[in-house]
């Protein structure tokens, strides 16, 4: 389908894709009112000589080990036109994964050349994995199982992928500190085109809201002109109470359009616990099995 709709999502009726870049929409400032409804978790110290206690959070990942894969290379749109926000902007976020994993990984997740990463953006646009087509994108109910399938294919079946539906600034901050690959589904308040990117930064002051922002890597505009590497962008945001749910709203860059994070893919390694779990039901296994044999 061309379309996507998305239930019990929130920001009202949303009818989106994740494909092209955002260009339709509500002004933010039409929104009945900002509400911060967040919780300080336990843990963080204040600033000292404010009257008030201030808390900040603030979480970011490296951004030189991100990829800078363009959805508007030609040998990309060719295949996809538009439409490939999702599997370009998980490329750049599996460079992170895998340069921050590299003992674990190599470079079996997206190779290390541009080529490379070009090729591994058409794989997993392919059928077997998202399913990404040049008419209708990409459909959010096939990120986590297409990531699962790539990832198995690849010997690594034992990955922690997950979808938050509405996350919290305090959501994406954990993510980061847990040295994820996130990234973020970007949606209008009205109908219109819906966005990916890869998280790579937040910050969250409990004083001023001013200071709150968050940033990415925009398949759309992953560099700096020509130069290799990287380019960061940051947009404010504000805890938005649509009378159903609260979600982080912004304006996306460079336009009065108001949009929101629909979901948040996240994708972790189990911690070293987890694999001794498996482990120890593998090396069960074995022995039940070796015991069928002796009987």
């Known amino acids: 389908m061309c379309c996507l709709r998305l239930i019990g999502m929130g920001g009202g009726d949303n009818k989106q894709k994740f494909d092209k870049k955002p260009t339709h929409l509500c002004q933010l400032n039409s929104m009945k ?35 800078y894969l363009n959805q508007r290379d030609p040998r990309i749109t060719t295949a996809l036109g538009d439409n490939g926000c999702v599997p370009t902007s998980w490329v750049n976020s ?10 674990y990984f190599g470079s079996s997740l997206v190779g290390t050349s541009y080529q490379d990463w070009i090729n591994t953006d058409l794989t997993l646009a392919g059928p077997k994995y998202l399913n990404t087509t040049s008419a209708s994108g990409t459909s959010p109910l096939a990120i986590v199982p297409g990531l699962e399938s790539y990832f198995s294919d690849l010997s690594f079946p ?25 990234q973020l589904l970007l949606v209008p308040f009205e109908s219109g085109i ?15 809201s001013a200071n709150n922002s968050f940033s990415y890597v925009d398949p759309e505009n992953p560099t700096k002109g020509s130069l290799p590497g990287s380019t960061l962008t940051t947009v404010p945001f504000a805890n938005y ?41 593998a090396i069960g296994l074995l022995m039940v099995m070796r015991r069928k044999k002796t009987a």
């Open 158 to 182: 034992g990955l922690n992928i997950t979808f938050q539906k509405l996350p919290s600034w305090n959501q994406l901050y954990q993510n980061l500190v847990s040295l994820s690959a996130t």
């Open 194 to 208: 819906g966005h990916a990117v890869s998280l790579v930064a937040i910050n969250w002051d409990s004083n001023n």
């Open 94 to 103: 599996l460079n992170y994964f895998q340069n921050v994993n590299s003992s």
């Open 33 to 67: 009112k900002y509400i911060l409804a967040l919780a300080i978790a336990a843990g963080l110290l204040p600033i000292a000589g404010n009257a008030k206690a201030q808390y900040v959070y603030s979480a970011s990942e490296e951004l030189s080990l991100f990829g």
């Open 241 to 281: 109470n649509n009378g159903q749910d609260t979600v982080v709203a912004f304006y996306y860059p460079g336009t009065t359009d108001g949009y929101f994070i629909q979901g948040s893919v996240v994708v972790t390694i189990p911690e070293p616990s987890t694999y001794a779990l498996f482990g120890i039901g």
